[in-house]
């Protein structure tokens, strides 16, 4: 089972070559984006997230199974989908695989902010706990 997840993890990436990107710096940041924070619960709690962002999970707490839900979450959430959506993770990887289920859910305007938290943080940005 685990090489299974292991391969699906490989072959999601290697499929993301048509995601767009947006290297990941606090100036890139507008209080208008839609932002969904794809990593998990454990992780916004330790250090915050992006005013305003939505925060659905792409996987399980053990950040290595994808949430079968994170679609159907995404469209019950007050996202509107007609309009940019941007993605992000730790540090780009789940990100750019969250973008890519998007797009092949019919959300074409998808992007993933590269780089993820640890380089908006580590450039100065300063996070809300929520």
Same mark, same amino acid.
């Given at each position: 089972m685990k090489k299974i997840l292991i391969f699906l993890f490989a072959a999601i990436i290697s499929l993301n070559a048509g995601v767009k990107q947006l290297d990941m710096e606090p100036s890139n940041i507008t209080e208008d984006m839609q932002i969904i924070d794809t990593r998990t619960p454990a992780e916004w709690k330790d250090t915050g997230t992006i005013k305003g962002a939505y925060k =659905?999970?792409?996987? +399980?707490?053990? &950040?290595?199974?994808?949430?079968?839900?994170? =679609?159907?979450?995404? +469209?019950?959430? &007050?996202?509107?989908?007609?309009?940019?959506?941007?993605?992000?993770? +730790?540090?780009g990887r789940r990100g750019e695989m969250a973008a890519k289920l998007l797009q092949e859910n019919g959300i074409n305007d998808v992007t993933n902010l590269k780089g993820g938290m640890d380089k908006l943080i580590s450039h100065g940005y300063k996070t809300v706990k929520e």
């Open positions: =659905i999970s792409l996987t +399980k707490d053990d &950040r290595k199974t994808i949430d079968e839900n994170f =679609i159907e979450k995404v +469209k019950a959430s &007050r996202i509107n989908l007609s309009r940019p959506i941007y993605v992000i993770c +730790k540090s």
